[in-house]
């Protein structure tokens, strides 16, 4: 019987098996072709796009993997694989071959080309560990999970060592991820001295016990989500994203914005509904167990976080600092769907990922493929770009005023379907505050605009026209935000297809 469940859990776990095993041919053949490097970047996209394949084929499967604790007559594994977790892991799939492509098109990890090996190498680690993180359901995986995903990232964030800020982006990476991991751990240990267990689905009955100790209890919530926070950038633990996010090669901070955040993402949504989620009401609202005001933490976050992103964001002069604010403002709309605890919250940010990956990405392919050709991420440097580089320059400002949340784009969409939630909520105040959030933002995203167009071209501005395979990845983006901005159904008809998360 042992023998079947161990079968049926390797089963489960076969994409990050096929990951594993790219991984180690990765190795392998940096080993072997130390000489010519040309053909890693082949098999690590590769290995993501088979890892693809395996993923899809577990989509509106439900089933436990690695099942050692048992409760009430049921059992609980340390992994759940459920919709959920399918449509997460595929944004981290689909960001991770977008990474691959940029590597190829950036002057910065081309010039490491003898160390090309290592860096895939640690990418995949990083693909590893968000993969664990999303379906993690114990306490202890979930840590090992992030650690995983964060030493990798570490060394990724200082990767280029071309200038001196690569370095201190490494170190700050490091030591903020460091004291943040350090609370998550303390916090774990704490739910474990109250409920004897680290297996979410059981510490959500065991802490219904009307002699458990609510504050620390609290205390020990308050401390574990200090690590997911830092992971998803919110307020007040994101201190490091501007400094990292500014230092980084433009592909590692690309990444970090998107995938990073969205295995952030999925783990405090998965903690959130198994541990605190007694039960869901016919109109889809998740009824709390009443150990932790969550709703009123999520609120005061959600604010705090986009409020300090967009302000920030408005005195930035290189426009990477100034996305990675933008990173932190967007990571606060987010929140806003969880805020509600309902599935049309939920609903509301799978739509809004969908969207932010495009829109994200597509921003920093631009920036990319402009500080190749000028060196310089400066906003001032952008000044006439918009008449000597169209196709750069339209694809971006297309991408900043999708970021705005402004229609006819994607980005609208994705905001519309939060502020649907709220207002069904009824959190009306809410709403207006994010509302006028997204009217700050258009400020520092119209800025760029407006240097791009409304500052004439002189002799010295450069006309950066991109080669045929960058033109065909900038299009495969940004034709997307604009057809969803339109066409919107077949992204809301998926978003509903993935909220199902494995219940007790």
């Known amino acids: 019987m042992e023998l079947a469940n161990l079968y049926q859990s390797i089963n489960l776990i076969i994409p990050e098996i096929v990951l594993s095993i790219a991984l180690i041919v990765l190795v392998i053949a940096d080993l072997i ?68 492509l940029l590597s190829l098109a950036s002057d910065e990890i081309q010039k490491t080309t003898d160390r090309i090996g290592e860096y895939y190498a640690l990418i995949y680690g990083m693909i590893l560990g968000m993969f664990f ?71 959500n009955t065991l802490i219904q016990n009307p002699h458990i100790n609510l504050f620390t209890l609290s205390f020990a919530t308050i401390l574990i989500f200090a690590g997911i926070g830092y992971k998803i950038s919110s307020a007040p633990f994101h201190f490091w994203t501007p400094d990292v996010y500014e ?65 920030s964001a408005l005195w930035q002069n290189n426009l990477k600092r100034m996305l990675a604010y933008s990173s932190i403002a967007h990571a606060g709309y987010m929140l806003l769907g969880l805020v509600v605890l309902s599935n049309q919250g939920l609903i509301a940010i799978l739509i809004y990922f969908m969207i932010y990956l495009l829109m994200n990405l597509g921003a920093f392919l631009v920036v990319m493929l402009i500080a190749n050709k000028i060196n310089s991420e400066e906003i001032d440097d952008y000044n006439g770009l918009g008449f000597t ?88 983006l940004v034709v997307p935000v604009l057809i969803f901005g339109v066409y919107f159904q077949p992204l809301v008809e998926f978003a509903k297809d993935c909220i199902v998360i494995l219940g007790i």
């Open 389 to 476: 580089s169209p196709l750069l320059s339209v694809s971006l400002a297309i991408f900043l005023i999708s970021l705005t949340g402004l229609p006819p784009t994607a980005g609208f969409i994705g905001k519309l379907y939060l502020f649907i939630a709220l207002v069904d909520a009824k959190m009306i105040a809410v709403a207006i505050i994010a509302l006028l959030n997204s009217v700050v933002s258009l400020y520092y995203y119209v800025r760029v605009l407006k240097h791009m167009y409304l500052v004439k071209a002189t002799a010295s501005t450069p006309s950066i026209i991109p080669s045929t395979s960058n033109a065909i990845l900038l299009l495969v």
């Open 133 to 203: 993180m999303i379906t993690a359901t114990d306490l202890i995986l979930i840590y090992l999970s992030l650690e995983l995903l964060s030493l990798s990232s570490y060394v990724l964030a200082g990767f280029t060592k071309l200038r001196d800020r690569n370095s201190e982006a490494s170190l700050k990476y490091l030591l903020y991820g460091a004291v943040s991991s350090g609370l998550m751990l303390f916090g774990i240990s704490l739910v474990y001295g109250l409920t004897g267990s680290t297996n979410l689905y059981i510490i």
């Open 33 to 100: 072709f130390h000489t010519n490097k040309k053909i890693i970047p082949f098999i690590a996209g590769t290995g993501i796009l088979v890892t693809a394949i395996f993923v899809i084929n577990q989509f509106n499967y439900i089933g436990f993997a690695f099942s050692t604790a048992t409760h009430t007559a049921r059992s609980f594994g340390m992994l759940a694989v459920d919709s959920f977790g399918v449509f997460f892991k595929l944004i981290v799939i689909v960001s991770s071959f977008i990474i691959v």
């Open 247 to 311: 230092g980084a090669p433009i592909t590692i901070t690309a990444f970090l914005s998107v995938a990073s955040k969205a295995a952030g993402f999925a783990l405090l949504i998965r903690f959130v509904k198994t541990v605190f989620v007694s039960y869901e009401t016919n109109e889809g609202f998740w009824s709390l167990i009443e150990v932790f005001d969550w709703q009123s933490i999520l609120v005061v976050i959600s604010i705090l976080t986009m409020t300090l992103g967009n302000f």
